[in-house]
T-cell receptor, first 114, second 114 residues
Framework: AQSVTQLDSQVPVFEEAPVELRCNYS??????LFWYVQYPNQGLQLLLK??????LVKGINGFEAEFNKSQTSFHLRKPSVHISDTAEYFC????????????FGKGTRLSVIA | GAGVSQTPSNKVTEKGKYVELRCDPI?????LYWYRQSLGQGPEFLIY????????DSGLPNDRFFAVRPEGSVSTLKIQRTERGDSAVYLC????????????FGEGSRLTVL
């Protein structure tokens, strides 16, 4: 079965600094990767996804992630964070895209400090 | 509304009671998922419907948990003889039958078992 490890439970970072949130997944023949964000008192929403093609994926709000098959990683990055990026971020994996349950990591709480 | 709607948003009950949580997916979405999110954890898969039938119920923790989707739209998650360990946020998500892999989440129902 697929699994996801988010190595950092909490990441504090100063405003306008870069950030990287780490995600590693269990290896599989085919893998499809997602990052979701959960703002306080809101539902999860999709930031970006990797299904195939270019390994560098750009998402909403200036976030991007790179699929690295050899390191089984899908780290999320943003070059300059804002206070409004404070939220919980979840990495998720599936071995079939579309209409199959995603397996989520435990989440990383990003706290942006003014 | 246009999004996934979950009711109630908060439910407090006593140990041993029966609880129903409702999910109204985005109109036209054929797939519906239930997840459970405990404090400090990522969403944990419970059950997935494709149309009216449960395509995968492998995440249901025991036979106290049951879910239905009789007309292929609204779904109800039913928990019998609630236990304190059932306290969590229950998340519902829906998706189109496509290969995009994106799940659209509701804001969740917070269940507290006293």
């Amino acid at each position: 079965a697929q699994s996801v490890t988010q190595l950092d439970s909490q990441v504090p970072v100063f405003e306008e600094a870069p950030v990287e949130l780490r995600c590693n997944y269990s290896s599989s023949v085919s893998v499809y990767l997602f990052w979701y964000v959960q703002y306080p008192n809101q539902g999860l929403q999709l930031l970006l996804k990797y299904l195939s093609g270019s390994t560098l994926v750009k998402g909403i709000n200036g976030f991007e992630a790179e699929f690295n098959k050899s390191q089984t990683s899908f780290h999320l990055r943003k070059p300059s964070v804002h206070i409004s990026d404070t939220a919980e971020y979840f990495c998720a994996v599936s071995d079939r895209p579309g209409n199959t349950p995603l397996v989520f990591g435990k989440g990383t709480r990003l706290s942006v400090i003014a | 509304g246009a999004g996934v709607s979950q009711t109630p948003s908060n439910k407090v009950t006593e140990k041993g009671k029966y609880v129903e949580l409702r999910c109204d997916p985005i109109s036209g979405h054929t797939a519906l998922y239930w997840y459970r999110q405990s404090l400090g954890q990522g969403p944990e898969f419970l059950i997935y419907f494709q149309g009216t039938g449960a395509a995968d119920d492998s995440g249901l923790p025991n036979d106290r948990f049951f879910a239905v989707r009789p007309e292929g739209s609204v779904s109800t998650l039913k928990i019998q003889r609630t236990e304190r360990g059932d306290s969590a946020v229950y998340l519902c998500a829906s998706s189109l039958f496509t290969s995009s892999g994106e799940l659209f989440f509701g804001e969740g129902s917070r269940l507290t078992v006293l």
